[in-house]
């Protein structure tokens, strides 16, 4: 009978990155006896270029004792090429990433890897075909966490943190999805995955699942150069790759660093490179101390002696015809003591190494498939004159003009992001945006924003609230668009609504492809709104969900390919306060104003620099960028310092506002005499009144405070009111009538729609819930509470 994964564990040299022995018996007890027929285990690799020894063979090894016989477990590989593309390896052609994970294979084949009980899944494919399971598992991932943890867990791309790029914050919450969507059971990665492994973990606690990967995290060789903490796949004397000729292997491993006692020089967790990309490899990638960090014992320790059963022979002092040993321990001993000389021990270790990998060398001289994989892998590495056609750029996105799904040239508005108390000022503000085109007739598009609303964490992320929240919002536009503009001016009759999630998924793959070239083309710092000219930006205290929203936009910007996309000055497209922003001004040729948010920064930066090339600017032409600045601004209150002071939903009029409410507020609305800086009951009259647009108001007063007045335009009111002449009472009495009116015809439309009614209720329950849900709240370091 085979041995169980228990009994294995102490063959398997791995650290378990775990608090307690204890809870580690547990976990893995629980794992075992599940009712899943078999364990699952999992690792990923990049497709990234050459494979070194320990990917190679130290792997192979690996996964040969986790699936022995009787263990009665699969090892799934992912192969990583999405976040490969992400990396930017292979000029990130995913062709090309394709072909290097194909030589990859191969070389596990001819290195022993038993592939009965292993499985290869390419995330490309996998991603493609169940995108409506991954993309909002991963939103999922993102809107627990905030920027601050996801940073730690960049030391497995080998960036700084302050290097980053805003692709490079989307691999660690891809990876941890991953983890996940592939229903994995152990994680059997490097040690140097370690942070990310547990941030999988720490998603089962804030996602309350109620069972954890287990993390088996294994060995990191060092490099072979003095203070290399691990290997290098840029420094080629680093490391033995798994095609090196005998001669490579030879001068490597003679040229390597082979100390006899402990450095004392102080570069202990130097990586021996250079530039400001080498912080993440100064950490230990080591599961175990150990001062003396001599990469040739270390090859000797985890890749010759590590299969059940191996050997190591070389020349010693005492016996110079050679001697075996079957156990490291007695090696380290003797070369410690001197009965092996350096030399001695750097000649063994050639002749194993290059008996491990003859066979590797044979599988690519010998298997025609093999030998044309290894020659293009090598061709791609070579530094050539790209062709014409290779710089001809390549633009992934989401095309839904071509699809059908929304005509040509038309101008773009984002719905606000969903909120438990839905706004009159919310729905006014989309109304306004998209009757913001200068074009007469124009067609316009509303984005229904599902999937960024859930990585935002609005309305608890829950698709079904979230859902219930537009179809409230579209219903109110319709009533407004009707009750300000009536048939003939009608704004919504020429509106195409798109929802997200229904538009991503029409073609997954170029939508996301499109995100993730997005990130790699901004830093983070840009996309966070740092040290571009726009406000201080976002901290790294909020939610990554953000940063993922905003590389969103651009996709959807792209998808939707408008002649012009409007923004106001209250919530942009992700729904981020721009209040505090420097918006500037420019002019665009036609009298309307484009204000530089970091919304409008990125988006025309990005057009700007990556779609410029003639070959894609008749394609893609920089749209106008409308920002919306005139607004009525419809707060019944002034800002208040204290939230003490503030009277549950007094600052605006919600959609449902009954009678009552509609009275009450408008009677505490703020209205100062004289003062028309700051007053809420003018800016309602002027907008719902009509004043300026062909439409009159009359205030009826008594004989003695002057008589009915007529107004035609805001700036007389404003004039009458800042004199004296009318009165804060006579104003709010008309004021209150017009806003019954509005708010009814409003609650009537809503009557017609069952959508809205039943949304309405669904949104009014999400209200009950905490104010404390509805917000990123860190409860320890990196995690949102939700």
């Known amino acids: 009978m085979g041995l169980g994964l228990l009994e294995l564990l102490p063959l398997l040299h791995f650290k378990i990155s775990i608090a307690s022995s204890s809870r580690l018996n547990y976990e893995f007890r629980t794992i ?140 660690p919450l891809m ?41 088996l995290s294994h060995h990191m060789l060092y490099g072979l150069k003095k203070g290399q903490e691990k290997m290098s796949k840029s420094d080629p004397d680093s490391a033995v790759f798994m095609e090196d000729t005998a001669e490579d292997v030879e001068r490597k491993i003679g040229k390597a660093y082979c100390p006899t006692m402990a450095d004392v020089d102080g570069e202990e967790g130097s990586t021996g490179g250079v530039g400001t990309e080498d912080d993440a490899g100064k950490e230990s990638m080591h ?218 998924l029409k ?3 170029n939508y996301w492809i499109s995100v993730i070239n997005a990130g790699r083309h901004f830093s983070l710092d840009a996309v966070m709104g740092v040290g571009i000219g726009l406000g201080e930006g976002m901290k790294d205290s909020e939610g990554v969900g953000a940063i993922i929203g905003r590389l969103m936009m651009i996709a959807d910007v792209l998808a939707v390919n408008p002649k012009s996309v409007a923004f106001d000055a209250t919530i942009d497209g992700v729904g981020t306060s721009l209040s505090n922003l420097k918006l500037e001004e420019v002019s665009n040729g036609n009298n309307a104003r484009s204000a530089l948010s970091v919304e409008a920064h990125l988006i025309q930066e990005y057009y700007e620099s990556k779609l410029s090339h003639p070959t894609l600017a008749s394609r893609f032409s920089v749209p106008q960028v409308i920002h919306i600045n005139d607004a009525p601004n419809l707060q019944l209150q002034p800002p208040r310092e204290s939230t003490a002071l503030k009277t549950e939903f007094d600052e605006y009029f919600l959609l449902d506002d009954p009678k009552v409410n509609v009275k009450s507020k408008t009677k505490k609305a703020f209205c100062e005499p004289g003062n028309v800086d700051f007053c809420p009951p003018i800016e309602l009259l002027a907008y719902f009144g009509g004043l300026g647009c062909g439409k009159e108001v009359t205030i009826q007063r008594s004989q003695e ?8 335009s805001k700036f007389d009111l404003q004039n009458d009111f800042e004199s004296g002449s009318l009165h804060p009472g006579d104003l709010k009495g008309v004021v209150s009538s017009v806003m019954l009116e509005v708010l009814t015809s409003i609650s009537e439309e809503m009557k017609k729609d069952d959508d809205a009614t039943k949304g309405f209720k669904s949104v009014r329950e999400e209200n009950g819930e905490t104010e404390e849900k509805m917000m990123y709240i860190p409860t320890s370091p990196g995690i949102c509470k939700v």
Request: hydrophobic share 40%; aromatic share 8%.
């Open 287 to 504: 599961l175990t101390q150990d001062t003396l960090k001599n990469p040739i014992l270390d090859y000797i320790q985890h890749i010759v002696l590590s299969p059940p059963g191996s050997f190591f022979t070389c020349a010693t002092v005492s016996s110079p015809d050679g001697q075996t040993f079957s156990n490291y321990d007695e090696v380290k001993a003797n070369f410690l003591k001197g009965d092996i000389t350096p030399d001695q021990l750097k000649k063994g270790l050639i002749d194993s190494l290059n008996n491990l990998l003859q066979p590797v060398r044979d599988h690519f001289a010998n298997d025609g498939n093999a030998k044309r994989l290894l020659q293009q892998v090598r061709e791609f590495k070579r530094v050539t004159t790209p062709s014409a056609e290779d710089e001809k750029p390549k633009v992934f996105s989401l095309d839904l003009v071509s699809d059908g799904a929304v005509p040509t040239d038309s101008h773009l508005v984002m719905a606000p992001l969903p909120n438990s108390n839905p706004t009159l000022q919310s729905a006014v503000d989309v109304l306004i945006k998209l009757a913001a085109t200068s074009a007469e007739g124009s067609p316009k598009v509303l984005m229904l924003l599902d999937w960024t609303a859930r990585v935002n964490n609005a309305l608890d992320a829950d698709p079904k609230v979230i859902s219930a929240y537009y179809s409230v919002i579209l219903s109110s536009l319709r009533a407004l668009d009707k009750y300000l503009f009536g048939e003939a001016n009608s704004v919504m009759k020429n509106v195409t609504v798109v929802l997200q999630s229904e538009a991503i």
């Open 32 to 171: 075992i006896t599940k009712q899943a027929p078999r364990i699952r285990l999992y690792d990923g690799f990049e497709p990234s270029g050459r494979m070194h020894i320990a990917q190679g063979l130290l792997k192979s090894v690996n996964v040969n004792k986790c699936t022995y016989p009787g263990t009665h477990s699969t090892f799934c590989f992912w192969v990583a090429d999405w976040f490969a593309l992400m990396n930017d390896k292979m000029g990130g052609d995913l062709n090309k990433i394709g072909i290097v994970g194909e030589y990859l294979i191969e070389v596990w084949k001819a290195a022993g890897m038993d592939l009965d009980n292993v499985e290869f899944r390419w995330a490309s494919k996998e991603i493609t075909e169940n995108a409506h399971v991954y993309w909002p598992l991963m939103l999922d991932v993102a809107r627990r966490f905030n920027i601050t943890r996801i940073k730690k867990c960049c030391q497995i791309m080998g960036r700084m943190e302050g290097n980053l790029t805003s692709a490079q914050v989307l691999y």
């Open 705 to 712: 405070n002057g008589g009915d007045v007529t107004y035609t």
């Open 175 to 215: 990876q941890c999805t991953d983890v996940f969507f592939l229903k994995a059971d152990i994680c059997q990665l490097g040690v140097d995955q370690r942070k990310v492994n547990m941030l999988a973990r720490e998603y089962c606690d804030a996602a309350k699942k109620k069972f954890k990967p287990v993390i």
């Open 507 to 509: 073609d997954p793959s």
